[in-house]
Every structure is written in structure tokens, then in C-alpha cells.
């Protein structure tokens, strides 16, 4: 089994910052990418951030320059570390991985999410 749990999530003011984590557990070989998703009220799931096995990463044009994704690959936890943000920030933010497993399977988990909500 493979599981992943978000924290940080909460309330703050517009231009503020949170950092939140993501700490996948279980039989777990290798983690090959990492990244974080959200989804505001009515509106579908968006691709936030995501860190391949190297380094390299990828953005949103949304929050670029302002959020930053990182990870920890030997106790497999990853971040997403915003900044100067904004009310349209606000939603359900998920953590997902690609695994592969000490069974030799791969495939893609996910978090049950974590809220974020920017007042203006």
C-alpha cells in the first residue's frame, strides 16, 4: 500500500504565504515525480507544480515566481512553498506521485487534499 498526506492548508490574508508539505508512506521503491493540484469551487482540477526524479521543475503561469516545489528524497516528503498570494489561490490543493513500489508496480497516488483560503 501507498499513501500520501497533505498538511499546511489554512486561512491567510492576500500577500501572505504558507508552505505546505505532502509525505508519502508505505512500500515505496522510488518516487519519479511529484506535484501538487488544486481545485477551486466549480471549477476543474489544475495542475499547480510538479518535480521530476532530477530536479527539474514546472509551473503553472499563474504562480510562477511566486510558489516553489521542492523535495526531501530520503524521507519522501515534498513541499509547495507559496508566496505573495492571492484570493484566487483559494482551493483544494492535492498532492499526488508517481511510485514505484518495492513490488515492481508504477503508478500515480493522491492525497485527500488540504484547503487553502486567501481573503483579500
Known amino acids: 500500500q501507498v499513501h500520501l498526506v497533505e498538511s499546511g492548508g489554512g486561512l491567510v490574508q492576500a500577500g501572505g504565504s504558507l508552505r505546505l508539505s505532502c509525505t508519502a508512506s508505505g512500500s515505496i521503491m522510488t518516487i519519479n515525480a511529484m506535484g501538487w493540484y488544486r481545485q477551486a469551487p466549480g471549477k476543474q482540477r489544475e495542475l499547480v507544480a510538479v518535480?521530476?526524479?532530477?530536479?527539474?521543475?514546472n509551473y503553472a503561469d499563474s504562480v510562477k515566481g511566486r510558489f516553489a516545489i521542492s523535495r526531501d528524497n530520503v524521507l519522501n516528503t515534498f513541499s509547495l512553498q507559496m508566496n505573495s498570494l492571492k484570493p484566487e489561490d483559494t482551493g483544494v490543493y492535492y498532492c499526488?506521485?508517481?511510485?514505484?513500489?518495492?513490488?515492481?508496480?508504477?503508478?500515480?497516488?493522491w492525497g485527500q487534499g488540504t484547503q487553502v483560503t486567501v481573503s483579500s
Open positions: 518535480i521530476t526524479s532530477d530536479g527539474p521543475t
Open positions: 499526488t506521485a508517481d511510485i514505484d513500489t518495492n513490488w515492481g508496480t508504477r503508478g500515480w497516488h
